[in-house]
């Protein structure tokens, strides 16, 4: 079993930041495949970013790319999201998820643990 923990949600202005952390403990959560998504009001959960096990793959959503970075330390059992440059429609309650596998997939059915979210809001 996982157990995963965000944190580092808020409001925050247009073209501001924040940097979300999510914490895994349980089973070896160093081996596995993270993801953060995000999912808004009336809309379906989308997959944000994702890592791999060593942080070596990444992958982006095209609406964040060069906005957003995932990272990892794995030492300390904690995947971030930085997100730069915010805007209104990033507003939504991020969601980190792991798969019990060394490598990342981008469908929200292939994650096995799920933490409960934080909510980040975007103002214009």
């Known amino acids: 079993q996982v157990q995963l923990v965000e944190s580092g949600g808020g409001l925050v202005q247009a073209g501001g930041s924040l940097r979300l952390s999510c914490v895994g403990s349980?089973?070896?959560?160093?081996?596995?495949?993270v993801g953060w998504f995000r999912q808004a009001p009336g809309k379906e959960r989308d997959i944000v970013a994702a890592?791999?096990?060593?942080?070596?793959?990444?992958y982006y959503a095209n609406f964040v790319k060069g906005r957003f970075t995932i990272s990892r330390d794995n030492a300390k059992n904690t995947v971030f999201l930085q997100m730069n440059n915010l805007k209104p429609e990033d507003t939504a309650v991020y969601y980190c998820?792991?798969?019990?596998?060394?490598?990342?997939?981008?469908?929200?059915?292939?994650?096995?643990?799920w933490g409960r979210g934080t909510q980040v809001t975007v103002s214009s």
């Open positions: 998820a792991v798969r019990s596998n060394f490598a990342y997939r981008t469908s929200a059915t292939e994650y096995d643990y």
């Open positions: 349980g089973r070896i959560f160093s081996n596995y495949g």
């Open positions: 890592t791999n096990w060593s942080g070596g793959s990444t």
